[in-house]
């Protein structure tokens, strides 16, 4: 089997140089009274894929009395409807505990629309589930901080594989939000802890006044940081030295990616600490089979000399880090 190489990349350092650190090579192992109005929601099931190739169309029709109607977000029903599919699931399966994730999108990334919208649908989850313990959303940031992720991670299911095993869940429930003809739609999909999908659904309504405004902002949420110093450091006057690799573990080649010949490059952006360990991981560029978390893997476990100022202080620094897979 041929090496995978890793390396640091160029990436342009705002106020700071370009730097280009040294390529190793790694070998890869293997709702009373009152009049009423009609809501409707659409539901999509699916049990084939993430968030769906086959689908199976159900249309519900609720009827809800004027007063609590007016009591009652757009989204309600939709998320309480879904929330009972999903918990119905679990039940299938057994499984006793699940958690759900931030939704992504419209677009790239986490909005505080996303977010308020998981916490909706995990509070649904929660009401429907009766034995099913739905983990508190909180720990969630301090998952993420013990595995050094950024925020975004947890929208992807190879990573938040990681993170539902740090939080000891039997399950976990990914959403993404999109829009069309009018819709706000999500698609929800609901995972075991060993990345297997078990339901996936998609519910559309018409978006209220409010989520429509939160549409049009849409800001992309930025991460909070895992408590590293100021970057760039305020004390550098010019520039950083490189960090310099001391232990940097291979990343395991999977035997699904084996069997597949998957083969190409994952790029992870990272913060390289003041103490030489890897934090903050995104993802900027992926592969299928387990390579993308392989690759995350094996970048938490590296130790590095960490980056200096002029005035010689350890510095938290941003780079790029190259993973190449080859399958021969």
């Known amino acids: 089997m041929a ?58 029709s609720s009827v ?10 757009a989204q309600s029903v939709p998320l309480q409807v879904a929330a009972d599919e999903v918990a119905a699931a679990l039940a299938r399966k057994k499984i006793d505990s699940a958690v759900v994730f931030d939704f992504s999108g419209p677009g790239d990334g986490i909005t505080m629309l996303g977010q308020n919208l998981a916490e909706e649908f995990s509070a649904a989850l929660a009401r429907a589930g009766g ?16 595995e050094r992720f950024s925020l975004q991670l947890s929208t992807d299911p190879q990573l938040a594989v990681i993170l539902a095993e740090d939080l000891k869940v039997g399950a976990f429930v990914n959403g993404r939000l999109q829009t069309h003809g009018g819709s706000l739609i999500l698609e929800l999909a609901c995972f075991r802890t060993d990345g297997k999908v ?68 994952v790029e992870l952006l990272v913060v390289i600490g003041v103490d030489g360990r890897v934090y903050d991981i995104h993802v900027k560029k992926g592969l299928p089979d387990g390579l993308t978390m392989t690759a995350v893997q094996a970048a938490q476990r590296w130790k590095l000399k960490p980056a200096v100022n002029l005035n010689g202080k350890p510095a938290a620094v941003q780079e790029i880090i190259e993973m190449q897979f080859r399958p021969f």
Not at 7 to 15: N, Q, S, V
Not at 33 to 60: C, E, H, K, Q
Not at 64 to 73: C, D, E, G, H, V
Request: charge should be positive; charged fraction near 20%.
């Open 198 to 265: 078990m339901k996936g659904l998609r519910v559309a309504w018409p978006p209220s006044e409010n989520i429509r405004k939160a549409l049009a902002a849409n800001p992309v949420l930025a991460d909070s940081g895992t408590g590293l110093i100021n970057y760039p450091d305020p004390g550098a006057k010019g520039g950083y030295s490189l960090p310099r690799c001391l232990s940097c573990p291979r990343a395991d080649y999977t035997g699904l990616a084996m069997k597949h010949g998957t083969q190409g490059m």
């Open 131 to 146: 034995s099913i313990h739905v983990e508190d959303r909180a720990r969630i940031r301090e998952a993420l901080d013990r």
């Open 64 to 73: 809800l009395p004027a007063a609590s109607a007016r009591q009652t977000s």
């Open 3 to 60: 090496p995978a190489e890793s390396r640091f990349a160029e990436m342009p350092r705002r106020g700071t140089p370009k730097f280009l650190l040294g390529v190793w090579q790694q070998t890869p192992p293997t709702p009373g009274g009152g009049s009423s109005r009609a809501f409707a929601s659409r539901i999509f099931f699916d049990v084939t894929s993430y968030f769906g190739r086959v689908s199976v169309f159900l249309l519900l």
